[in-house]
């Protein structure tokens, strides 16, 4: 069963009392009314008066004041400690702020919006430019690459392009044929490696098929694009030549560390420089 | 030397032989074993190997192995194998330590069966015979795999980025042995030209390839590319050369490395991949590869029990350390066989390492044809090898892995 209904009925909200702050709890407020979920709102620092007053106010300012709602204040290191209380809380979206481009030095120490997009169990939503008037998310660009995460990643930006009611849905399938030249100079001709890239090309299109048959797109326009190039690299560069406003990704398979920035894992491309706003789709993996 | 590499590369493509088997018997009916020993005088008046002649194809030869090693490097991929992670380092670190440990041990301790006399130069010798047993050729495993099926599958990527790894660690081991023979001829100090290779890897690997991505795209905007992608990457790969050349260590770590941090850009497309790619193995491979035929007398030095003790070895090694490797790796045993024969395929990087070999006299011309017939005869055997376990009325291997592709990718 393919088809995810919602994806995110828990979804936690890294609050730092920063100048993002209002437009970051406006699209918090507009997440809670599109998908109906249950917002907790994390701040890690010292608990003073003026911020607790702060906070509240602007919660209440957003109308994010429900019953269900929660704020959470804990002091210690910033990502470790938001991870420990998206495991307690089982949170199934985590969403922050994060700048477009981190300056090198930054990037590479890894500021607090990537570094928890590198370790976090659940999916998490970064948003380059949150918006006091939330415009909502109208062009997806989704990974559709041949790889076992990619189905439920297909099927979760479906379900948040109903819920945001986008216009368009592309589905990139990135193909890096970079071996392909290993192959073909020693032993085949221009046609028989045309041939075998081909084959490797239907095989791929037909998975990708049966993974949108079992989706109920409903109104949506999905679309399918094939790419060639480095995986990460060029689903980046299509989301932003494309202009689009929210780009899906698969989570990686592994926690990530210093060593895949500088060997760069796929998911990096994106995180070096955000095209757009990005979410990285994961099951998740709480043990409750 | 081109038209004749071609001719008879094509004659043994017909009869599914790798191009490289016709490229050297090509150079073996030029060189002394055959032209030279029936038609001397021929012989004398196409290849004389003497003066301006001689310093001729002696270049030639070295700008080819260059290039081969850079294209070499262009096909390891870095973050592949950090993305692959502890299976794929498991199956390269069996696949790499058994070969390389098992050629060391004869290496040392059996030299003479090799023909080797010189008990003074047994640690280079003993060591090269380890890197001898370990190399792979990354093209004749990406082939196997495609023949299995299992080409663009997570095990596949597990294979190739081990593969990766092991060429990396052979050519950096056995970069290291040549530096330690010209340390024992009174070359550079070894610890200074260590020093200066490690950091050369380390910075080309980290900031030189960061340097590169960044560069290449106002290279194709202010170039004629592919042209210029050409021109600038073999530049900077004779540039890396002349580098480690100078750090006392030999060249071909320097494009080698080169290649590495060029080919992990970005930037480079499959197409421009591919031009590189024709560029050398069409021009510069066969002219190494049939001078590799012209330098040795192949009939003189055939030993048969040399040849067959380092086939035998080589076999064993490899089946075993790859087998070994893929099955811890998580393949079947089946699978793992499958891969062991793949890898045991040594292609055109072992005969570049017994010529480097042979030229740096760190082995002998019995050995080294020895070794060339063994790159031969593993290469040429992987092919029916895998067609015996790949057809399915005689093997059912096939099917076998098409039914666990496709239910893994169910059941994940």
């Known amino acids: 069963m393919n088809f995810v209904e919602n994806p995110f009925k828990k979804i936690a909200i890294a609050v730092a009392f920063s100048p993002r702050c209002e437009a970051l709890l406006a699209e918090a407020r507009q997440l809670q009314d599109k998908l109906g979920a249950q917002m907790v709102f994390i701040h890690i620092g010292k608990k003073t008066l003026h911020q607790e007053h702060y906070l509240k106010h602007l919660i209440h300012r957003f109308g994010l004041d429900l019953p269900n709602n929660k704020i959470i204040w804990e002091e210690g290191e910033t990502v470790d400690t938001i991870l420990e209380v998206c495991q307690q809380e089982a949170i199934d979206l985590l969403v922050a702020g994060a700048l477009e481009k981190e300056n090198l030095l930054k990037y590479f120490l890894g500021g607090v919006a990537r570094n928890l997009s590198r370790k976090v169990k659940c999916s998490m939503l970064m948003l380059t430019e949150p918006n006091i008037h939330p415009t909502g998310f109208k062009h997806l660009v989704v990974e559709g690459s041949d790889h076992p995460k990619s189905e439920y990643t297909i099927a979760t930006a479906i379900a948040f392009g109903k819920a945001y009611q986008v216009k368009n849905i592309d589905i990139v399938q990135e193909t890096d044929l970079s071996k392909m030249a290993l192959i073909r100079h020693e032993e085949l001709k221009e046609a028989e490696a045309e041939a075998i890239k081909e084959e490797f090309v239907k095989e791929e299109d037909h998975k990708l098929e049966e993974i949108l048959k079992c989706n109920d797109v409903g109104g949506l326009t999905v679309c399918t694009e094939r790419i060639e190039g480095k995986p990460g690299y060029v689903i980046s560069k299509f989301a932003r030549e494309k202009n689009a406003d929210l780009l899906v990704l698969n989570s990686p398979d592994k926690q990530m560390n210093l060593i895949d920035r500088v060997f760069p894992h796929d998911i990096e491309f994106a995180l070096a420089d955000l095209p757009c706003n990005l979410l990285i789709v994961q099951e998740t993996q709480y043990l409750l | ?412």
Not at chain 2, 255 to 279: C, L, N, Y
């Open chain 2, 1 to 412: 030397m081109l038209i004749a590499a071609r001719l008879v590369g094509e004659f043994f493509r017909k009869f599914k032989m790798p191009l490289i088997v016709g490229e050297l018997i090509a150079g073996i009916l030029l060189g002394p074993s055959f032209l030279g020993t029936y038609f001397p005088e021929i012989s004398k008046w196409f290849f004389n190997g003497t003066g301006n002649v001689g310093i001729a194809l002696n270049g030639l030869t070295s700008i080819s192995v260059i290039m081969l090693l850079f294209v070499a490097g262009m096909e390891v991929e870095l973050s592949l194998i950090r993305q692959q992670g502890a299976v794929a380092f498991k199956t390269s670190l069996v696949g790499l330590v058994i070969p390389l440990g098992l050629g060391y041990f004869f290496g040392r301790y059996f030299y003479e069966w090799f023909g080797e006399t010189n008990a003074n130069n047994i640690l280079p010798f003993s060591l090269f015979m380890g890197t001898a047993m370990a190399v792979s050729a990354l093209p004749v495993i990406a082939r196997t795999l495609m023949d299995l099926g299992l080409f663009r599958t997570r095990i596949g990527m597990i294979i190739i980025a081990a593969a990766m790894f092991d060429d990396l660690i052979g050519w950096l081991l056995f970069s290291v042995i040549l530096g330690l023979m010209n340390k024992s001829a009174g070359g550079v100090d070894f610890v200074y030209t260590l020093g200066l290779t490690l950091l050369y890897a380390v910075g080309m690997l980290t900031v030189g390839r960061f340097l590169i991505n960044k560069s290449l795209p106002w290279a194709e905007k202010n170039f004629t590319w592919p042209g210029g992608f050409l021109s600038i990457s073999l530049g900077l790969a004779f540039l890396g050369a002349a580098f480690t050349e100078y750090a006392g260590i030999h060249a071909i770590f320097g494009a080698f490395i080169m290649g590495i941090a060029i080919g992990d850009s970005v930037h480079v497309t499959e197409k421009t991949r591919d031009i590189v790619h024709q560029f050398v193995t069409n021009i510069f491979a066969p002219l190494f590869f049939i001078a590799v035929g012209l330098k040795v007398n192949f009939i003189l030095n055939f030993d048969f029990k040399i040849v067959l003790i380092v086939l035998v070895l080589a076999i064993v090694c490899k089946l075993v350390g790859a087998g070994l490797g893929a099955l811890w790796g998580g393949l079947s045993k089946k699978e793992a066989l499958a891969v062991g024969f793949g890898m045991n395929a040594r292609g055109a990087m072992e005969i570049i390492l017994a010529t480097l070999a042979l030229q740096a006299h760190l082995i002998g011309e019995q050995l080294f044809v020895a070794i060339v017939v063994m790159a031969i005869v593993t290469s040429v055997m992987a092919g029916p090898m895998l067609q015996l376990l790949l057809n399915p009325s005689v093997n059912t291997l096939k099917n076998a892995f098409t039914d666990n592709n496709s239910s893994g990718q169910k059941s994940e």
